[in-house]
C-alpha cells in the first residue's frame, strides 16, 4: 500500500468515489488510458509500470475514481518549481517518458499530468471531482495551487480552416468553445500561454494551453 503523509477520499454517490490510487489499479488505468486518449502517441500513454512508479515518488498525488471496483476515471500529478517565464515545454519532457523523474518534493506547484473520465461517465461532473481532489491536496501541502496543460482537443477539427494562434485567441476571449480548455476555465483555470507541438495527438493538433488554478479558488 502507498505510505500517504496526507490524503484525502470522496464519495460521489452509493457506487462512485474518489480515492487515492493504489497499485491494484494500474493495469485498468493503463487500459483507460487508450480509451480516454485513442488518437495520442502510444510512447506517450502512461503505462501500468509507470503508475506503480508515480506510488513510489508522489502517491498523494495520484487519484482514480472508482465504481465499484473498477476504475472509471484518474488523474496524476507531481509538484513542480515552475518557471513562468520559460514556459515551453512537451508532455514526454514533463513526464519523463512517463515514469515521473522530474517530481520536485519541494515544488510549490501541483502540476497535473492528466486527467480523464471514461466516454460513458461523461457529463456527470466527475472531471471537476478530480480537479477537486487534486485542489485539496495543494493546500494540505500549502502549495500556491494547480497548473497543467490541457489539449486544445477542439482544434483539429478546424485547423485546416485556422491558426491555433487564432483558436487560441477566440477561445480566450470565449468566442469560441472548447471541449477542453472551456470546461477547464468553467472550473476556474486561467489560461496562461499556448503552447505548440506539446503532445503528438490529431484532435488538438499538437497545441497544448497553459493554465492555473490559484489555491484560493474554490473547486
Known sequence: MPN???SYQQKISNDLTVLHMQPEHAEQL???QKIVFPTLADDELIKAKHYLKHLEIFPEGQFVITD????IGMTSSMRSSFDFADYHHTFKETIAGGWMTNHD???DWLYGLDIGVHPY???????????RARHEIAKQ?????QLTVGMMSGYGAVSSQ??????????????????????QMKIGF???????DYVSDPVCGGFGVLIKLDIGKEV
Open 162 to 183: 485556422m491558426s491555433g494562434e487564432n483558436y487560441y485567441q477566440e477561445l480566450i476571449e470565449r468566442k469560441r468553445f472548447d471541449p477542453t480548455i472551456s470546461t
Open 190 to 196: 486561467e489560461p496562461i500561454a499556448l503552447i505548440p
Open 4 to 6: 500517504l503523509t496526507i
Open 30 to 32: 493503463e487500459a483507460l
Open 68 to 71: 465499484k471496483d473498477v476504475v
Open 121 to 131: 461517465y461523461r457529463g456527470l461532473g466527475l472531471a471537476r471531482a478530480l480537479y
Open 141 to 145: 501541502l500549502s502549495l500556491k495551487g
Open 105 to 107: 518534493p519541494h515544488g
